[in-house]
């Protein structure tokens, strides 16, 4: 079992930055990935980063070279540094976990607002 809980969202301005945080615990260390997807109002749920076990990642096109996905050394918490910010990241972002026991698990957080706004 893996719990998720993100923090780090808010209000920002078009160009700023946040950085979202999600602390994980339970069998993280059996995770094949871990990253972030976002919802929009009226939207889908989309990807916007992970980062695997062996320390690869990967980004949506609409936030490359914005947008940076890590871990800390434990990997118990998972960051997404976000800058310069535009109206449309404004979502839902959540935090998720991929296990691999054979099944595969996907165990998600509660979800942290961005609004990015003038």
């Known amino acids: 079992q893996v719990q998720l809980l993100e923090s780090g969202g808010g209000l920002v301005q078009p160009g700023g930055s946040l950085r979202l945080s999600c602390d994980a615990s339970?069998?993280?260390?059996?995770?094949?990935?871990m990253g972030w997807y976002r919802q929009a109002p009226g939207k889908e749920r989309e990807f916007v980063a992970r980062?695997?076990?062996?320390?690869?990642?990967d980004y949506a096109a609409s936030v490359k070279g914005r947008f940076t996905i890590s871990e800390d050394n434990a990997k118990k918490t998972v960051y997404l540094r976000m800058n310069n910010l535009k109206p449309e990241d404004t979502a839902v972002y959540y935090c998720?976990?991929?296990?691999?026991?054979?099944?595969?698990?996907?165990?998600w957080g509660q979800g942290t607002q961005v609004t990015v706004s003038s």
């Open positions: 998720y976990a991929r296990v691999v026991t054979g099944p595969v698990h996907d165990y």
């Open positions: 339970g069998s993280v260390l059996s995770a094949f990935a």
């Open positions: 980062i695997t076990g062996g320390d690869s990642t």
